[in-house]
């Protein structure tokens, strides 16, 4: 991306940030900020400026060389630490005190804040998480690292979780029960990158219980070491936790998320074939290889693993949602096209998974939404919403409103409406 692009880019997310705010506002989801506007990108975006290599590895499983990059955030300013680090003391007497000994001084120090990219053969962005480093004021020689659960980096993934959660709730799925932790939401998410949506999804859904698959080993080494990942997620291959009992400061830091995470290293096929009695409200569906390639095995509508896939998605509301790269023209404002709006590629997958999800389903819809800024398509497979054609606006309608009762509900940091206006197609 060169400059001007980059620049246009800020004028326009500068406005639409004027706009989620008063949104925000008008749902009653006021002083929530959020750091990870893509006003903020410039700070990240380039690889080279201003950032320096944490990690390189080469992966054995076709991802290359697998890098984590740093670079200085802005956000949170230096006047907000004290009372982050209030928090952690806090969190940290509450753990120890029913304890019998050990270190009643549970005074930290921030020591700041950066961006960290995990990217694949210094090219492929796979994912940026905002981390804080941190440490023990009578023992600063060992800093940890928090990835910070409320912030999503990558405007794809805000729409996957904007039309994801919005075509759920509007499949009369109890989102509020569920947002205050009375009612369990079972979640899946293949891939997972630096784990910041299976991380958002945890912390603002108190009854998320979220499963996440991963190919690549070294991607969950680097995710836990260099990104702030909680490593009590982290499960081996015969169901047990990695880290059977977490230390003090994992328990300071996550406890109450961390318990409802289980991080698998898995072929995605492999897992689902093995653990189709799992029922899922909801699936993100974000697998790229080091070749930035969807692997076409993820959405052949013949294959066992789509028949799997079928029966572990739930059968009245379940929701699949998919990040595809797109090969339509974003620039092209003429909507009335929908292969505009999603691109042909995005239309063939969708179409694969209707035949392959939706074939014996009496009720269902799968539609397209374009991402802001970037060439990508957030696919959703419904099984709750009506699939009647005749009914496109009213189904439009709908879901519009529904994204704003989610907003109110979960108290998002962004508007999921500004994800469902960019350009809706019915595949």
């Not at 239309?347 to 990508?376: D, H, I, Q, S, T």
């Amino acid at each position: 991306m060169n400059s001007i692009q980059l620049f246009s880019l800020t004028r326009r997310v500068k406005r639409l940030s004027s706009f989620e705010s008063c949104l925000r506002h008008f749902c009653g989801v006021v002083g929530v900020k959020d750091e990870g506007d893509w006003f903020y990108s410039p700070e990240w975006w380039d690889p080279h400026e201003n950032g320096h290599t944490v990690s390189q590895s080469t992966s054995e499983k076709g991802n290359g060389i697998v890098s984590v990059v740093a670079h200085p955030s802005s956000l949170p300013s230096r006047d907000s630490w004290g009372e982050t680090e209030r928090w952690l003391e806090k969190r940290y007497m509450e753990i120890i005190m029913p304890r019998d000994g050990g270190e009643k001084d549970g005074r930290f120090k921030i020591l700041g804040y950066q961006w960290r990219s995990l990217r694949f053969n210094d090219d492929t962005r796979q994912s940026t998480v905002k981390v804080m480093a941190a440490c023990r004021e009578l023992q600063p020689g060992p800093v940890f690292y928090m990835q910070q659960p409320h912030c999503l980096a990558v405007p794809y993934l805000k729409s996957m979780a904007s039309v994801g959660l919005t075509s759920l709730a509007a499949s009369k799925y109890d989102m509020r029960s569920v947002a205050i932790g009375k009612k369990q939401m079972r979640i899946l998410c293949i891939g997972h990158g630096g784990g910041s949506l299976p991380l958002f999804l945890a912390h603002h859904i108190l009854g998320a219980i979220v499963d996440i698959v991963e190919i690549d080993p070294l991607v969950i080494s680097e995710s836990v070491r260099a990104m702030g990942f909680p490593a009590f997620s982290v499960m081996t291959a015969n169901g047990k936790r990695a880290v059977p009992t977490p230390d003090i400061i994992d328990q300071v830091m996550w406890r109450g998320i961390h318990e409802r995470l289980f991080l698998y290293e898995s072929d995605a096929e492999q897992f689902i074939l093995r653990n189709r009695n799992n029922i899922y409200d909801i699936i993100f569906m974000d697998a790229y290889n080091g070749a930035d390639i969807f692997p076409h095995s993820l959405w052949d509508s013949n294959s066992m693993f789509m028949k799997a896939l079928s029966e572990t998605l739930h059968h009245e509301h379940g929701t699949l949602v998919v990040n595809l790269h797109s090969d339509a023209d974003i620039a092209d404002t003429d909507r009335s096209n929908e292969d505009v709006t999603t691109g042909k590629y995005a239309r063939k997958v969708g179409k694969a998974y209707k035949k392959g999800l939706m074939e014996n389903e009496r009720n269902g819809l799968v539609f397209a939404c374009a991402v802001p800024w970037l060439c990508n398509v957030s696919l959703v497979v419904s099984r709750g919403l009506g699939s009647e054609r005749g009914h496109r606006d009213k189904t439009i309608s709908h879901l519009m409103k529904t994204s704003l009762e989610v907003d109110q509900i979960l108290r998002l940091p962004f508007s999921c409406v500004d994800y469902l206006k960019t350009g809706l197609a019915f595949i």
